[in-house]
T-cell receptor
Framework: TQLLEQSPQFLSIQEGENLTVYCNSSSVFSSLQWYRQEPGEGPVLLVTVVTGGEVKKLKRLTFQFGDARKDSSLHITAAQPGDTGLYLCAGASGSSYKLIFGSGTRLLVRP | GAVVSQHPSRVICKSGTSVKIECRSLDFQATTMFWYRQFPKQSLMLMATSNEGSKATYEQGVEKDKFLINHASLTLSTLTVTSAHPEDSSFYIC???????????FGQGTRLTVV
């Protein structure tokens, strides 16, 4: 069974601080996605990483895929209250695009 | 981008009744769709893979007779929660990958409350 462990599970920080969320697995994934989810809504895709060692930047968000394609990290610089939400990593393997979701990180950015 | 529409967004039903949730791909064809379940403050758990024209594939521990999945067309998959009980109350979300299987599009989710 493929598992994705995310850490931390919950993070409460002050506006302007930096943070990193980790997503780790013992399995290799063909691609890994990061999503953000608001209460009562479906997850919204932030980024997809497919190449080991890949780094992608999306404004204040930096995503990295581990060299062995087993782990990933999400770094947010100068967090804002609008960044508050549930962050989920999800790994895909094979050709069916069946996603296995991580345990989630709930982020609260206080003004 | 592609859109996946889920209906209804909220439903309240009495214990013992059945509820059907629809998942439609609006501007693309989806031979495969996925159904997830999410409990409060938890992550998404894959329930089953819905395959157009064939039987769904259920994840370990998911009762196929409880959660009936029908994927009768390339744009519609339905999940029916049969004989619902309060413990079935949850947030159900569907997704469909694009044709090239490079991105998954999610529905808005359905909040099911069984009373």
């Amino acid at each position: 069974t493929q598992l994705l462990e995310q850490s931390p599970q919950f993070l409460s920080i002050q506006e302007g601080e930096n943070l990193t969320v980790y997503c780790n697995s013992s399995s290799v994934f063909s691609s890994l996605q990061w999503y953000r989810q608001e209460p009562g809504e479906g997850p919204v895709l932030l980024v997809t990483v497919v190449t080991g060692g890949e780094v992608k930047k999306l404004k204040r968000l930096t995503f990295q895929f581990g060299d062995a394609r087993k782990d990933s990290s999400l770094h947010i610089t100068a967090a804002q209250p609008g960044d508050t939400g549930l962050y989920l990593c999800a790994g895909a393997s094979g050709s069916s695009y069946k996603l296995i979701f991580g345990s989630g990180t709930r982020l609260l950015v206080r003004p | 981008g592609a859109v996946v529409s889920q209906h209804p967004s909220r439903v309240i039903c009495k214990s013992g009744t059945s509820v059907k949730i629809e998942c439609r791909s609006l501007d693309f064809q989806a031979t495969t769709m996925f159904w997830y379940r999410q409990f409060p403050k938890q992550s998404l758990m894959l329930m089953a893979t819905s395959n157009e024209g064939s039987k769904a594939t259920y994840e370990q521990g998911v009762e196929k007779d409880k959660f009936l999945i029908n994927h009768a067309s390339l744009t519609l998959s339905t999940l029916t929660v049969t004989s619902a009980h309060p413990e079935d109350s949850s947030f159900y979300i569907c997704s469909a990958p694009d044709r090239s299987y490079t991105e998954a599009f999610f529905g808005q989710g359905t909040r099911l409350t069984v009373v």
